[in-house]
């Protein structure tokens, strides 16, 4: 044997990988939906869907270019006898996606995951869900109106790329990141209108897991009509962050404001060091006359942002009253009375948010316009008459925009969980802050070594690449909750990326 030609074996993270997606049974499930030739097709559907998992979460290639990444791997040991790195070639994995499309990869991916959930004892108390977009490179026609397809199209774009087309992920999870549901959507879906089907899903979700006192947990997106009413009818508990759009939000902020003695400080929510301190204070009020609870929450954080936008705001005001004193005073008046009027007119219809304005009347005189020009004769006086005008100053309001700074370090939370005993105020505040763990979601997924830019030939398999990702996703934070509560029995922590010592390590 020649040893020159023997070539390093180098697994890495792949036998751990395919462990776990073999613990979710995605091959298995994916194998037993689809009606292959078994005896022509070495390779199965459910085969290539982990080679792709396993490829993603290690080591992200291009989908043909994936028999290089599996080339110096024993691939034999991981996807049987017979099998060697060349058997997954993009044919192979574009045959095995247009497989996935067929047997509905949406209910495909719910199911794996509410069988993981089941598998891994995971606890679901509550459902945290947000959307996201995905950059698509490459032209694609439409489909036909009878194609369930996802059309990959403009859209509001999250990355800030709104010159390319794209997909949408919508997904749910519990608060330790656990994926419930997900889907892969319209490139222009909206937030609004998909939480409303979302929710009505949601119940179905929460159903088959026997969770009673279902609890939905989203952004300020979420708060619309419709979406209130759809939580309503399917008996939801939500709790989602106010948006300014309603009237409410302002009044609450400006009644917290003033109602100082009623705060309840809660000290710090987040166990990291620079983690802002909050304090709290709850109203029940109605919107389209049904009862709600309302938490205002103060950060002490107030970040460079919210002061700058604030000073912007004060500076803009300043310029437009510089403008109005400028032409107001202008005006002239034949009677003080008229000018001391007019002034108080003036005074109480422009109010501002940072400045007050006063003024006073002042007389002038002037040579009266009817008076004849040219040299005056022998004993004639110039005719003169007294006109009114009005001189106003402006001052900053310093309690106004400390006020302001105030109110701007506040956000308001919304929920119809009405009854303190069931969740207090704190509660509420500490489960939206979860929140966070769907955005921790979105940062994987989107990471580039994760998923890079998509380019496929078709939108159905753009669509089943799609949900490829998203059990990639399901596969990363099943191993990633397993190793934290490894760590729960361990008396060390584990050093993570920054040399910082964590019980608790999140991707």
Same mark, same amino acid.
């Given at each position: 044997?020649?040893?020159?030609?023997?070539?390093?074996?180098?697994? =890495?993270?792949?036998?751990?990988?395919?462990?776990?997606?073999?613990?979710?049974?995605?091959?298995?499930?994916?194998?037993?939906?689809?009606?292959?030739?078994?005896?022509?097709?070495?390779?199965?559907?459910?085969?290539?869907?982990?080679?792709?998992?396993?490829?993603?979460?290690?080591? #992200?290639?291009?989908?043909?270019?994936?028999?290089?990444?599996?080339?110096?791997?024993?691939?034999?040991?991981?996807?049987?006898?017979?099998?060697?790195?060349?058997?997954?070639?993009?044919?192979?994995?574009?045959?095995?996606?247009?497989?996935?499309?067929?047997?509905?990869?949406?209910?495909?991916?719910?199911?794996?995951?509410?069988? =993981?959930?089941?598998?891994?004892?995971?606890?679901?108390?509550?459902?945290?869900?947000?959307?996201?977009?995905?950059?698509?490179?490459?032209?694609?026609?439409?489909?036909?109106?009878?194609?369930?397809?996802?059309?990959?199209?403009?859209?509001?774009?999250?990355?800030?790329?709104?010159?390319?087309?794209?997909?949408?992920?919508?997904?749910?999870?519990?608060?330790?990141?656990?994926?419930?549901?997900?889907?892969?959507?319209?490139?222009?879906?909206?937030?609004?209108?998909?939480?409303?089907?979302?929710?009505?899903?949601?119940?179905?979700?929460?159903?088959?897991?026997?969770?009673?006192?279902?609890?939905?947990?989203?952004?300020?997106?979420?708060?619309?009509?419709?979406?209130?009413?759809?939580?309503?009818?399917?008996?939801?508990?939500?709790?989602?962050?106010?948006?300014?759009?309603?009237?409410?939000?302002?009044?609450?902020?400006?009644?917290?404001?003033?109602?100082?003695?009623?705060?309840?400080?809660?000290?710090?929510?987040?166990?990291?060091?620079?983690?802002?301190?909050?304090?709290?204070?709850?109203?029940?009020?109605?919107?389209?006359?049904?009862?709600?609870?309302?938490?205002?929450?103060?950060?002490?954080?107030?970040?460079?942002?919210?002061?700058?936008?604030?000073?912007?705001?004060?500076?803009?005001?300043?310029?437009?009253?510089?403008?109005?004193?400028?032409?107001?005073?202008?005006?002239?008046?034949?009677?003080?009375?008229?000018?001391?009027?007019?002034?108080? #007119?003036?005074?109480?219809?422009?109010?501002?948010?940072?400045?007050?304005?006063?003024?006073?009347?002042?007389?002038?005189?002037?040579?009266?316009?009817?008076?004849? #020009?040219?040299?005056?004769?022998?004993?004639?006086?110039?005719?003169?008459?007294?006109?009114?005008?009005?001189?106003?100053?402006?001052?900053?309001?310093?309690?106004?925009?400390? #006020? =302001?700074?105030?109110?701007?370090?506040?956000?308001?939370?919304?929920?119809?969980?009405?009854?303190?005993?069931?969740?207090?105020?704190?509660?509420?505040?500490?489960?939206?802050?979860?929140?966070?763990?769907?955005?921790?979601?979105?940062?994987?997924?989107?990471?580039?070594?994760?998923?890079?830019?998509?380019?496929?030939?078709?939108?159905?398999?753009?669509?089943?690449?799609?949900?490829?990702?998203?059990?990639?996703?399901?596969?990363?934070?099943?191993?990633?909750?397993?190793?934290?509560?490894?760590?729960?029995?361990?008396?060390?922590?584990?050093?993570?990326?920054?040399?910082?010592?964590?019980?608790?390590?999140?991707?």
């Amino acid at each position: 044997m020649n040893i020159k030609n023997i070539k390093p074996v180098i697994d =890495g993270a792949i036998p751990l990988i395919l462990k776990y997606c073999r613990k979710l049974k995605i091959a298995e499930y994916i194998n037993d939906k689809i009606n292959f030739d078994k005896e022509r097709r070495l390779v199965s559907p459910g085969t290539a869907i982990e080679a792709i998992i396993a490829n993603v979460l290690v080591d #992200r290639h291009p989908l043909s270019r994936l028999d290089e990444f599996y080339e110096n791997t024993d691939v034999e040991k991981f996807f049987g006898s017979g099998i060697n790195y060349r058997h997954l070639n993009d044919d192979a994995l574009g045959r095995a996606l247009d497989d996935f499309y067929e047997i509905n990869p949406k209910e495909s991916f719910s199911n794996i995951a509410l069988e =993981g959930i089941k598998t891994f004892n995971v606890e679901v108390k509550s459902f945290h869900a947000d959307t996201t977009s995905k950059n698509v490179y490459g032209q694609y026609t439409s489909p036909s109106s009878d194609d369930n397809c996802i059309k990959i199209t403009y859209g509001h774009s999250k990355d800030k790329r709104p010159d390319l087309k794209q997909i949408m992920f919508g997904i749910a999870c519990t608060n330790d990141k656990t994926i419930v549901t997900g889907e892969v959507l319209d490139g222009n879906t909206s937030d609004k209108t998909w939480n409303t089907d979302f929710i009505k899903k949601i119940r179905t979700t929460a159903d088959r897991l026997d969770v009673n006192n279902m609890i939905y947990v989203a952004d300020s997106a979420a708060l619309t009509k419709d979406n209130l009413d759809a939580a309503f009818e399917h008996n939801i508990s939500l709790i989602s962050l106010l948006p300014s759009t309603f009237n409410i939000e302002k009044e609450l902020k400006s009644k917290a404001y003033e109602n100082t003695e009623k705060w309840t400080d809660v000290g710090k929510i987040s166990n990291r060091k620079d983690s802002a301190k909050c304090k709290i204070q709850s109203f029940i009020d109605e919107i389209n006359d049904r009862k709600y609870r309302f938490i205002v929450c103060h950060s002490s954080a107030l970040d460079n942002r919210k002061i700058n936008s604030l000073k912007k705001k004060r500076d803009k005001e300043e310029m437009n009253i510089k403008k109005i004193i400028k032409d107001f005073e202008k005006n002239e008046y034949y009677y003080e009375q008229d000018a001391v009027s007019e002034l108080k #007119r003036f005074i109480g219809e422009n109010e501002f948010n940072f400045y007050t304005i006063d003024g006073t009347v002042y007389s002038k005189d002037k040579k009266k316009k009817t008076e004849k #020009r040219g040299k005056l004769k022998a004993g004639e006086k110039v005719q003169m008459e007294t006109k009114f005008k009005l001189s106003l100053q402006y001052d900053i309001n310093y309690d106004a925009f400390e #006020r =302001g700074k105030n109110e701007a370090g506040m956000f308001v939370l919304l929920t119809n969980i009405l009854d303190t005993q069931a969740m207090s105020d704190e509660d509420i505040l500490k489960e939206y802050k979860e929140q966070v763990c769907v955005e921790t979601n979105f940062k994987s997924l989107k990471n580039s070594d994760f998923i890079d830019e998509i380019y496929l030939k078709t939108p159905k398999r753009i669509e089943a690449l799609g949900y490829v990702f998203l059990l990639a996703l399901m596969v990363y934070t099943t191993i990633e909750r397993e190793v934290r509560n490894a760590l729960k029995k361990e008396k060390e922590p584990v050093i993570i990326p920054g040399k910082v010592k964590s019980y608790t390590p999140y991707g």
